[in-house]
């Protein structure tokens, strides 16, 4: 667990919320992009959570930094909803990237 606590200690580890809604977002900006994390379904958008940790090797440690980030009581970013579409289509470029 120790490159999750220095991930979080880094800073990389980022809860976005958009509001009024409340969405949240968890990010970890990693060694090739920002992936997106969601800790409630323990999925991650980098390449090792498809080829490790969906093959049943253990979760990536962009996983482990939100949960350690979780414990640590992490505070939000706060955005307006009205940023939530186009924080997504980024995101998802970042991902599409990052898997070529």
Not at 39 to 46: A, D, G, N
């Amino acid at each position: 667990m120790e490159k999750a606590a220095d991930t979080v200690a880094a800073g990389s580890v980022k809860l976005h919320v958009f509001m009024p809604s409340g969405k949240k977002l968890w990010t970890v900006v990693g060694r090739k992009g920002e992936y997106w994390v969601d800790p409630e379904l323990s999925f991650c958008s980098c390449k090792d959570y498809y080829f490790v940790t969906l093959s049943g090797g253990a979760p990536c440690y962009h996983i482990k930094s939100v949960e350690k980030a979780i414990e640590e009581g992490m505070e939000a970013l706060e955005f307006s909803d009205d940023d939530y579409a186009g924080f997504l289509q980024a995101l998802a470029g970042e991902a599409e990237n990052a898997l070529h």
